[in-house]
């Protein structure tokens, strides 16, 4: 499966929300206001958030009361460059460009959000790219989550560092970054435990993971990356604040977009907090994270085509 597939896949669900309120335009057909109430509540169901969804109806409805008229595939035009405004600067990219090495990239969210899987594909990704990578293996707390991710390390032969269940994870932390400094390797990935992020004492942790780093390196975490589930919808944008207050983020993975993901909450979480987004779960798979492609995104759930041929 290509790429483009991979994203029209994982982003099935809104794309055929949107579908359906475009489906009885066929190209060339006007529509009306009463149209345009079903794509407001369309763009909503996806949850794109009020603001967004207002602005894109206003940029329609203002190109509506101008030519008098609009045809379909006009409106769907008219979303996409808005939405492409609105995204403008979210594709992260990830690289090598820090005279420290090596760099670290730190996972962080809530339970079952992916971050385990997501940190050894990761790996693999950056791996196949000619990087050495490292694995240090921080969440200490779930009873299966080291021997999860020593899986994923044979499985895909990356190097993990672990230490015990229920070790202090900033310790475990500390030597991952020792032993990666020892051996030169390009990057430190550090999978953390999963924490809810109304919990004060979880926060604190991480908080303290940081410090502990700093001591041997001040700029650690070079790259603090939220993972956030993407079939939660509007509620990834409430878990990227308080992460973001209590952590710093700056940096974004959304993973599970399997086909259940609507997809607006990714322009909810950049417009709000502008955190570039690096790369989407797409599948199961190692080479299933892909990187964060604004065009691709816009193609799988607003295609051009989305209008009927059919007259």
């Known amino acids: 499966m290509g790429i483009f597939e991979k994203f029209k896949s994982g982003f099935r669900k809104g794309s055929t929300v949107l579908q359906s309120a475009f489906s009885h335009f066929s190209v060339g057909g006007k529509i009306s206001q009463e149209d345009l109430l079903e794509i407001e509540e369309a763009f909503y ?26 045809k379909g595939e006009e409106v769907v035009k008219i979303a996409r460059v808005v939405l492409s405004r609105i995204l403008e600067g ?26 385990t899987t997501t940190c050894a594909k990761l790996g693999h990704r950056l791996k196949e790219s000619g990087s050495s990578v490292l694995i240090g293996a921080c969440d200490t707390f779930r009873a299966a989550a ?31 970054y020792s032993s990666a400094l020892a051996k030169e390797c390009t990057y430190l990935l550090l999978d953390t435990a999963g924490r809810l992020h109304v919990k004060e004492n979880l926060m ?28 939660t ?32 909450a990714l322009v909810s979480i950049y417009r709000e ?34 209008v009927s041929t059919s007259a």
């Open 204 to 231: 604190d942790e991480l908080a303290k993971l940081k410090r502990v780093l700093q001591k041997r390196e001040p700029e650690a975490p070079h790259q603090s990356w939220l993972v956030v589930d993407g079939s």
């Open 146 to 176: 080291t021997e999860q991710l020593k899986d994923w390390g044979t499985r895909l032969n990356l190097e993990v560092i672990s230490g015990h269940h229920g070790s202090d994870a900033a310790a475990v932390a500390f030597d991952a």
């Open 90 to 115: 979210s594709e992260g990219v990830l690289n090598h460009e820090s005279t420290a090495s090596p760099q670290i990239v730190c996972l962080v969210g809530v339970n079952g959000s992916g971050k």
């Open 45 to 70: 169901l996806c949850d794109f958030g009020p603001d967004t969804t207002e602005e894109v109806l206003q940029a329609i409805n203002t190109a509506f009361r101008a030519e008098k008229e609009l």
């Open 273 to 306: 907090l502008g955190i570039p987004i690096y790369y989407l779960g797409l599948g199961e798979q190692p080479n299933d994270l892909q990187a964060f492609s604004v065009e691709a995104y816009l193609d799988s759930l607003l295609p051009t085509s989305m």
């Open 233 to 264: 919808g509007t509620n990834g944008l409430a878990q990227a604040k308080v992460f973001h207050q209590k952590f710093g983020l700056n940096g974004l993975v959304v993973t599970k977009l399997d086909g259940t993901s609507k997809g607006g």
